[in-house]
């Protein structure tokens, strides 16, 4: 799917702001900006995460880092 930005001129340096970012990160710039929509939700959520991680859902673990428990659900 390809979809049309419009630009208004005000806002032209902020976009080569974002093309520079896009390109460190190896994105295109589509990519960059679902990104940051989603990097954006996920902060919303934050306080959400962090309560249940605090208080799991079924006897979990405290506390525990989400690359350890994602890591820790693979092992037999």
Request: hydrophobic share 40%; aromatic share 6%.
């Amino acid at each position: 799917m390809r979809t049309n930005i419009v630009i208004d001129d005000d806002l032209k340096d902020k976009w080569w702001e974002i093309k520079r970012e896009a390109d460190q990160l190896n994105m295109k710039i589509g990519e960059y900006l679902i990104f940051c929509h989603d990097l954006r939700k996920k902060m919303a959520n934050k306080e959400k995460i962090l309560e249940i991680l605090e208080q799991p859902l079924s006897e979990g673990v405290k506390n525990v880092d989400a690359i350890k428990a994602s890591k820790s659900m693979w092992k037999s």
